[in-house]
């Protein structure tokens, strides 16, 4: 029963089909209209002369008209875009309407079977079976009114027919509900298969949709990685790798529209105590608002980046030339130089900027970077907080640098790399109390380079740590052979002690000497100091637990604070060279080394002078009360056995003498 009722309704459970439905029914109602407007005509036709006008004019007229009017309002939706819901309402309504037109129709051919003689009854007959026939093909969309139409038209025309008596017309009456039969089984057949149609269309639609949304998130995964992988995620800058895309593309623009393209390297001063004192989260407050105003000054044609740690990058395009640059870099270290709210109180830092300009210089991207990359170099050390322009002067120096740079990466360093041993004197006794081991590298490739040329770059390029512990394992061997009150002195550099590690080699190379560790005298440079006090402070600590003196090389000439030296372990201040030159002449000078000898004396630590040239220079300094001195006036650095022979007893003062005489 449920089964047949369901027949009969309308189906509502899936709007696909629904709609599927009544696109494909909207269709054909024009023609089902069409089928039963010229088979009523046919009828009141050949009926004209035997029925009555009301039968065969008026009601047919009225009918066709309402008929018209109906068809017409379906092809009118034929443009229109029908909701599930609209199709639907509009399919009940006709599966509504199919049975009063149906019985209409009957009832009226059958009003008309008393009024014709044979031929005309035969008509009426004609037109109920083949009425049906064409409703049912019109009806296939609408399952429920097809069968609905056919049960209402068969049964009474399948009476009538039989009840008539006429062979021929109950022959006609049996023939036809046999085919309608049929054609009702070809109706569900083809009603079903429009139904899996519908549905594996509406499958594959959903399918093709599913995979419309999934290529779509795709894309969108894909951006936001493409986004992420360029995006610096503290500042929310453009980070290290965009910026070299950008700067590869922007150098291609350049070249080829003949414009200019700057690239500036900004680096900040004073971070690094910022993160010591504060914690690493105040620090990033700094990355944060520092990155946030270089932003600001950002436009169309000026680009800003976060490289990495305290360093960022600007790239500007367009029509610029050095005096704008200029007072681009100079906005951009104001920006930076304004305090900076760290919650627990202002950090203060500052910016040093290189640029480097194109097509002045730089046949490539990464030309143009490494020379801004090698003027900001230049900013840090010669003026803090300063903006530096890539100059040909620094072009030069560059290039030098590349050369040395290369040599050294591929020196034997065993062969190639040796030490001079530079007298310390008493100036009070006249003796060499000690030795200062300073490296010397003979290429064969570019020749003799001054240490205090390859050095920085050995920093620079990692070989630092093995020529110190190779160049100390030697100076160890060698001061093994002088008397035991005679001290090596031996330069470290900031890398060696930057981290515990480092310090460690250097203390397992003493430890294997066998040399006692309180012969030893490890000169620091205040630069090494100042560029991370607590990590220096604990490697210095380290050094004096192992029993060696440490020396702060170089004094006057770093940014080291007296506050500083204060705090660190240290036993001895070795000052300067500069502050010696000219001394007896100049009073600056003479008040420099003589506060900075009251410091070491407050302090308890021992004091050295470097770079003494001159018998005056040594007149003022004993008279100042100086005790241990150093310099060309008493000897040059000397070869390892020049070392020796001046300490042993036997050569002791015949060296030394003959060293005052040509020094
Ligand atoms: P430093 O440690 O201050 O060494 C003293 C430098 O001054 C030496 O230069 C020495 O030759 C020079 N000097 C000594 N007396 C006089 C003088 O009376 N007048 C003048 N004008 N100069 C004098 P050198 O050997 O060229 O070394 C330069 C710098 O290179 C050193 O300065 C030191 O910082 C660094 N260095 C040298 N050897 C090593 C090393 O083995 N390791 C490390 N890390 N650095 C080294
Ligand atoms: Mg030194
Ligand atoms: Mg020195």
Known sequence: MRKISEFLKVPNDNPSLTVAQYEAFSKQVPLLYFILITNMAALSWTHRDSAPSWMVIYLPTFLSAFFLYRAYSWVRKWSVKVEAAE?????RATNRLAPP???????????????????????????????VIGVIFCLMHLRSAALTVTAMVNIPFFFLMVMSGQPTFIATGINVVLVTGAMILVLLSHYRDF??????????????????????????LSDENLRLANMDSLTLLANRRCFFDVLQRAFERARQGGQRLSVGIVDL?????????????????????VGRRLNEMATENLTVYRLGGDEFAVIHEGL??????????????????????????AAHVTASIGFAIYPDIGDSAQDLYERADYALYTAKRNQRGGIVIFNSAQSITLSRHRQVEEALL?????????????????????RCVGFEALARWNSPVIGRVSPGEFIPLAEHNGRIGTITRQLLAHALE??????????????????DIATPENVLRIIAVVEASGFDPKRINFEITETAVTRDFAQAAKSIDLLRDLGTGISLDDFGTGYSSLNHVHKLPLSKIKIDGSFVTQID?????????????????????????EGVETEAELKVLKEMGVGVVQGFHFSKPVEAQAARDMVTPAGQNADLQEQRKHP
């Open 410 to 430: 591929a020196a034997d360093l065993e062969k190639e790399m040796s030490l001079v041993f530079q007298p310390i004197i008493d100036i009070q006794t006249g």
């Open 585 to 609: 002449s100049r009073p600056a000078s003479y008040k420099i080394v003589k506060s900075v000898l009251s410091l070491c004396e407050d302090m308890g630590l021992e004091a050295i002078v």
């Open 269 to 289: 001063d004073g971070f690094k105590p910022v993160n010591d004192l504060y914690g690493h989260a105040a620090g990033d407050r700094v990355l944060v608002e």
């Open 101 to 131: 037109i149906a019985i209409f129709c009957v009832g009226w051919s059958i009003a008309l079977m008393p009024y014709g003689d044979a031929y005309q009854q035969a008509h009426v007959a004609f037109f109920m079976a083949i009425t």
């Open 87 to 91: 199709a639907y309402r509009m399919l």
């Open 320 to 345: 610029h030339d050095e005096a704008v640059l200029q007072s681009v870099g100079q906005n951009l270290c104001l920006a930076v130089a304004e305090p900076i709210d760290i919650g627990s109180g």
């Open 195 to 220: 139904m899996q149609l519908t549905e594996s269309r509406q499958v594959f639609l959903s399918q093709r949709e599913v995979l419309k949304e999934k290529n779509r998130e795709m894309q969108l």
């Open 478 to 495: 060698e001061a093994k052979d002088w008397p035991g009150n005679t001290f090596l002195s031996f330069n470290l550099s900031p890398h």
